[in-house]
Structure formats: structure tokens, C-alpha cells
């Protein structure tokens, strides 16, 4: 790595760095305030406290990353224009792409760190956060719902769930399996003590099987002979204990706490949800795609401006930048909402914030050659 390289990189990770740090501790200590009695009342063990606040904050990386990378972004091209270091280099007939580029590919590594968080580990802990205020710190609890309904209708194929445990979603218990026709008429139904999904494969314990003819009657034909073994495994069930986990959040409060792939596989194995829901899942999909490269935009258009504050006057080019960081995320606001109520194509309504202000700072780019 080269000299100016590093110098670089140093002067913009260090702003950075404290500015997330500040975020987070500001959003930590206001949190902190509003549980201290719930925390004080039942006396939890530190662990359950610390994931309390990892999980609170895994949510939010999201939104500290850019905010941090705006001011940082400023700071450190600032200081570096306020003691002539960028005139020197630009005297020396270094690039101002050469000089801004360790800060743009921080920006882009911060945002796939970004994209891998939220994909991976802040739905579950964000949830885990959720369920730890909820129960007000106090030791957990099995979570138990009962008649849970999943509808395949990719596959054709309705289940219904006595009693499922969260904690141990991959053994059902009470389980009714109807396959249908294209038309809603039920061809079979699968009846069994309870259910195992293991390696792959669910199998099914004290299993029954009830057939049904093309009018929807009980077929007179002869008693499967499934029906006399103990346990039997159906491979070509391709459902997973993370689909009727999906089932049930879907009705309290933790929709936001899914991953790309089960928005993704949520929408699929419904084709037929209202327009309303599948227009507003589908925006959800692409926005969770876009959301990252936040980081990449902001840092484009904050990085020239902080030029133009070192340069002119302190207050000029972070009033741009600032103001560009508001209007880039009212944007977002604006599109989220008429893309969800099928005003504008929500591809676009997810993208387009970040390609209007990514073509903004390409301007302003162009503007320090």
C-alpha cells in the first residue's frame, strides 16, 4: 500500500470511526434510559443485556454507516484542504480520483459489510432485541403457537400445524396435509402425530393418508398402504421449518426481521397474494438490494464537498453535503411510498434515489478535476 494511500485512509477512517462510535453510544444511552427500569426491576444477566443492545444496534448499522461516512468524509477532506495537503498532491499531478479513491472503495467494502449484516445477523438479533423488551428482561420463554396455517399454493398443498415451538421449529406436532387441485379441490390428505425435518427430509410419525376423487368425495379404493407403517419420509415436500416461521411473524410485529432470502421465498410460494401485499414485498425485496449502496453515494457527493468547504468556507460545502443527505433519504421516503401504493414501477421507486444523487456526485466529481 503506498504512502499517500495510507495517509488517506487514515485521515478518513479516524472521523468515521468516532462518528460511529458517537451514533452509537447516542442511540444506546436514549435506548438504555427508556428500559432502565425494566432492566433495574428484573435484574438480567449482563449477557442478556449486552445482546439486548448488539441486536438493538444490528438494526440501525444501516443507518449509522452513511451518517458516519458523510461526516467523516467531510472532516478528512477538509483538514486535508485546510493544510494545503490536496494542492500539494494535485501539484505533484496526483488525480483528485487518485486522492478520493482509499475513501470510495471504504465506502464500498462498509456497504457489502452492511448488505452481510443485514442478510445474515441483525433479523435474527434485531428480533431477539424485540422479544428481550417485550418480555421486560425477564428469563425467556419457550414460544409456543398453536393452529398455525401454511398455504403452498406454488405446490398446491395446504398444512395445518396443531402446536409449533419456535425455539425447535423443525419438529411439528398435530400435522394435517391437504393436496389440492389446480381448483381447490382436495385430491389427498396426510394426517400425523407429528412431523421431523431432518437433513433435508420431513418425516412424518404415525402417518394416515385419505384420498379423495376428482369431485372432491372419499375415494372408495382400498386404504393406503402407508398407512400401516409407523413413520414415512416424503423428500418431495419442499417446504422448510423457516416457511411456517415466516407464517407466524407475519402476524406480530417482526416482519422487518427477514432476510433477503425469505422475503424472497415468502413472495414465490404465494403467487397469489393481493396486489397490494405483493407490490409492497416486492418493493421490499429491491429496496433491501439498494439500501447498502447508501453508503457509496453519500461518500461520492460528501467527499468533493468537503473540498469545496476547505477551499472557500467552512459552512458551504457541508451545508451541500448535509442538505443532499436529507434530500437523498426524503427521496427515498417519497419513493417507498408511491411505489408501495402502485403509483411508479418498484424496481425504480427503489432505485432511483441512488441513481439521482450517484449522477449528483459524479457532478461534483467532475467539478474538482
Known sequence: MRILTRHVLREFLEPVSYC?????????????????DRIMTARPPWSMVVNY????????VQWLLPASLLLGGLYAMWQLARHSEITAMRASGVGFMTIAAPMLWTSVVLAILSALNSEFYAPEASREARRISKNKFEPRTR???LDVPYNNYAEQRVWRVNRLDQDRSSRLVGVRITETSADGVPRSVLTA??????????WFYSPFFTHYDESGNLSRTQPDALNARSQIDMPQYSETPRDFLLEVRQFDSDQEALSLRDMIRY???????????????????????????ACVVI????????VASGRQSVFKGVLMAIGLFFAFYAMTQVCMVRSKKDMMPVGLGAWLPNLVFLAAGAILFYRQR
Open 53 to 60: 443492545m448488539v441486536g438493538y444496534l444490528s438494526a440501525l
Open 299 to 306: 461518500t461520492l457527493f460528501a467527499v468533493p464537498a468537503g
Open 20 to 36: 460511529l462510535l458517537g451514533f452509537t453510544l447516542v442511540y444506546l444511552v436514549v435506548d438504555l434510559f427508556s428500559q432502565f
Open 267 to 293: 413472495v414465490k410460494a404465494r403467487p397469489r397474494l393481493p396486489r397490494s401485499i405483493k407490490v409492497a414485498r416486492r418493493y421490499d425485496i429491491h429496496q433491501r438490494l439498494a439500501s447498502p449502496w
Open 143 to 145: 414460544q409456543i403457537c
Open 193 to 202: 402425530r407429528s412431523a421431523e425435518y431432518l437433513d433435508g427430509v420431513w
